[in-house]
């Protein structure tokens, strides 16, 4: 079965962690999709640990048992295979809006897939920007 490829932000997972009864979940362990983040987001999760551990709807034993399930569903990709044009124009895009997402960006350019996000003015930029593959519940 062809999965559909999705990038996806760290708001996304972000949100899954936070919230135990969610449609991000839902979708996430749907088998549909196949999602793909850069190994940046692996870094975000650990740098904002703890604020997710005080602000989660579940045990923390239920928070690390979906973390690892989250772990399994996402391929992260090493940044180094997206092409220096392809991060060059997610730099473009994304430069003055938040240079933090340049990194998905550039992903979802180079695997020529959809980005899924909630950052809503990342979303307003880029589309003003011409980038408009965006992943929709």
């Known amino acids: 079965m062809n999965r559909i490829p999705v990038v996806i932000d760290t708001n996304v ?18 088998g549909t ?14 740098r904002h640990k703890e604020k997710l551990l005080k602000n989660n ?12 399930l989250l772990f399994q569903r996402i391929t992260f990709v090493n940044e180094d295979i997206v092409s220096i044009g392809n991060y ?3 730099y473009r895009l994304c430069k003055d809006i938040d240079e933090k ?4 960006v550039a ?16 979303r307003e930029g880029l589309t003003q920007r011409g980038f408009n593959h965006f992943f929709e519940l």
Request: contains cysteine; charged residues 20%.
């Open 57 to 68: 709807t579940q045990l923390d034993d239920e928070f690390y048992e979906y973390l690892n």
């Open 33 to 46: 999709y196949h999602f793909y983040a850069p190994k940046f987001l692996l870094i975000e999760i650990f």
């Open 88 to 90: 060059m124009e997610a």
């Open 107 to 122: 992903l979802a350019i180079q695997l020529n897939c959809v980005l899924w996000t909630y950052d809503q003015p990342i």
């Open 101 to 104: 997402d340049v990194p998905f």
């Open 13 to 30: 997972v972000f949100k899954a962690l936070r919230l135990k009864h969610s449609s991000i979940r839902g979708v996430l362990n749907q």
